[in-house]
């Protein structure tokens, strides 16, 4: 089974190139992030028609969240337990339970988003009291923090700055702590497998990123082959995240 994840940074946007994207690389499940549209404004019609079920939540501002299928989708949940904003959705896929989370930004560590973000995470840590690491879970996405200081192009840039803090860290590494795998992608460039780079000043270019999207696994799922897939964010009107595209076994 090839699963992937990609923050497409508004679907509507994107569409042409999340149509090629889905026809040449022909993933079996996938996580979007921050389609940035409600429930009728999804391309579902022409996702559908490439073969894809699909299930999305969203209210047209600065999320969305979608999971797309050819081996089955049933959907589980649409909502993370006490959080209004459609960044969640969970569907059973060809025996594969999958988790699209789209986190919070926290946008700077004095403004209540950065509590809102770390309640968030608490949330969905929560999640968990109820799964068997046993079972075939996967939890992918955009989660807005680096999981280290390699995780970033030059950690002295970000003094201050969210997606780096300790409490960030802690509350994506209690996601691992309870038996996910976080799943190491090959890099498209260089050494280290960043998945987001800004649109300014050549960051795409010089390789300035950063690895905030991630596909947690649970350690029954076997992983084949893994990569980022920067060539789709090459080219005209890209998203400013590339996607990960991991080949997996399930037991």
Same mark, same amino acid.
């Given at each position: 089974?090839? @699963? =992937?994840?990609?923050?497409?940074?508004?679907?509507?946007?994107?569409?042409?190139?999340?149509?090629?994207?889905?026809?040449?690389?022909?993933?079996?499940?996938?996580? $979007?992030?921050?389609?940035?549209?409600?429930?009728?404004?999804?391309? /579902?019609?022409?996702?559908? =028609?490439? !073969?894809?079920?699909?299930?999305?939540? !969203?209210?047209?501002?600065?999320?969305?969240?979608?999971?797309?299928?050819?081996?089955?989708?049933?959907?589980?949940?649409?909502?993370?337990?006490?959080?209004?904003?459609?960044? +969640?959705?969970?569907?059973?896929?060809?025996?594969?339970?999958?988790?699209?989370? +789209?986190?919070?930004?926290?946008?700077?560590?004095?403004?209540?988003?950065?509590?809102?973000?770390?309640?968030?995470?608490?949330?969905?840590?929560?999640? $968990?009291?109820?799964?068997?690491?046993?079972?075939?879970?996967? @939890?992918?996405?955009?989660?807005?923090? =680096?999981?280290?200081?390699?995780?970033?192009?030059? @950690?002295?840039?970000?003094?201050?700055? /969210?997606?780096?803090?300790? &409490?960030?860290?802690?509350?994506?590494?209690?996601? #691992?702590?309870?038996? $996910?795998?976080?799943?190491?992608?090959?890099?498209?460039?260089?050494?280290? &497998?960043? /998945?987001?780079?800004? +649109?300014?000043?050549?960051?795409?270019?010089?390789?300035?990123?950063?690895? #905030?999207?991630?596909?947690?696994?649970? &350690?029954?799922?076997?992983?084949?082959?893994? +990569?980022?897939?920067?060539?789709?964010?090459?080219?005209?009107?890209?998203?400013?995240?590339?996607? @990960?595209?991991?080949?997996?076994?399930?037991?």
């Amino acid at each position: 089974m090839r @699963i =992937a994840t990609w923050n497409v940074n508004s679907v509507g946007a994107r569409l042409p190139r999340l149509l090629d994207w889905l026809q040449t690389r022909e993933p079996d499940v996938v996580a $979007l992030q921050e389609t940035k549209t409600n429930e009728a404004g999804f391309p /579902t019609a022409e996702v559908e =028609a490439l !073969g894809y079920q699909v299930m999305h939540v !969203g209210d047209g501002r600065w999320n969305g969240v979608a999971v797309l299928s050819r081996v089955g989708l049933e959907p589980v949940s649409r909502q993370l337990p006490g959080m209004t904003e459609p960044r +969640y959705a969970v569907a059973d896929c060809g025996g594969l339970r999958t988790v699209s989370v +789209y986190v919070p930004n926290g946008r700077s560590v004095d403004d209540p988003h950065y509590a809102y973000k770390l309640d968030w995470f608490a949330e969905l840590r929560r999640t $968990l009291d109820d799964q068997d690491p046993a079972q075939p879970l996967v @939890i992918m996405g955009d989660f807005n923090v =680096a999981r280290t200081d390699a995780d970033v192009w030059d @950690i002295k840039k970000f003094d201050g700055s /969210t997606h780096v803090t300790p &409490p960030e860290r802690a509350a994506l590494e209690s996601l #691992i702590d309870w038996g $996910l795998v976080d799943v190491t992608a090959r890099p498209g460039k260089n050494d280290r &497998p960043f /998945t987001y780079w800004d +649109y300014r000043a050549g960051m795409f270019h010089k390789d300035l990123g950063m690895r #905030i999207d991630y596909v947690l696994l649970s &350690p029954s799922v076997t992983v084949q082959d893994a +990569y980022v897939d920067r060539e789709a964010r090459k080219g005209t009107g890209p998203s400013d995240h590339a996607p @990960i595209v991991v080949d997996v076994t399930l037991p």
